[in-house]
């Protein structure tokens, strides 16, 4: 389920076009991550697993407020979503 | 139960299939939400209950807020009007409805049955992850408060570098946006009558 999940935000991050839903699928694939830290916590019951999903839930967290502010940046600036509008880096 | 972990699990897929698929932000966000929400469940069954509380309060909770508080800033003008209008008839929320009545009717369930022999695994309680955590994970929650304010400072330059120059940085754009004859007149129509 882990698998399917993680195969989920990667199918999305890599279709999809609008910067909203690539860091929303970086959301689903952190959390099929997490899930999979669960599981093997819970299979051999130590409570490491719980504590490498907190560490995953901090950082995304921070991942998260910075990116929104990216994307808040690159509205301001090209009025819309789209990343391939901001592929100007040239080299 | 392991027909809870699974039903929940496949709540979770579904949802998330629903997610990448729509075209409009906020009905994905909806669907992400059940998810999260059925990766809870999926934790309580799995006995993990800190993690299944910590992930709806923060994830569901927090994480989402941000990203819906964001897509509605990022709305502009008229479309977001048109939008609205396309909600109104409705049924749309009927998908994310089914699955969080699903995800409810597990949890109705559970509080009905009260305790008993509940898991087929052994609990993790919280004082068993707070224990390793503050024992030999102290490094770790010390990066990551690190990480946390480091994220907090760049969210916050980034959210506040554009605010003075703003004003000219706008005006450019749209002089040179008059040039191309695009979207001039939206902008000049979302500005309040006494803005110079």
Known sequence: MAGVLFALGLIGLLVRRNIIFILLSIEIMLNAAGLAFIVAGARWAQPDGQVMFMFILAMAAAEVS???ALVLGLQRLYKTLDTDAASEMKG | MPWMFYLAGAVAVAATIMTITRLNAIHALLYFVVSLLAAAVVFYTLGAPFIAAL??????????????????MLNVGERAVAMERSWLPGGIWVG???LAAVLFAQVVYLVMRGPGPEYPRTVVGPKQVGLALY??????????????????VAAYHLGWRRQPEQESKETHFDERRTAVGRSAVRAGTDRPAGAP
């Open chain 1, 66 to 68: 910075v990116g929104l």
């Open chain 2, 96 to 98: 994310p409805a089914v």
């Open chain 2, 55 to 72: 992930e709806v309060i923060i994830y569901a909770g927090a994480i989402m807020v941000l990203f819906i508080f964001v897509v509605m």
């Open chain 2, 135 to 152: 024992g030999p994970y102290l490094m770790g929650v010390e990066l990551a408060s690190m990480l946390l304010l480091a994220g907090l």
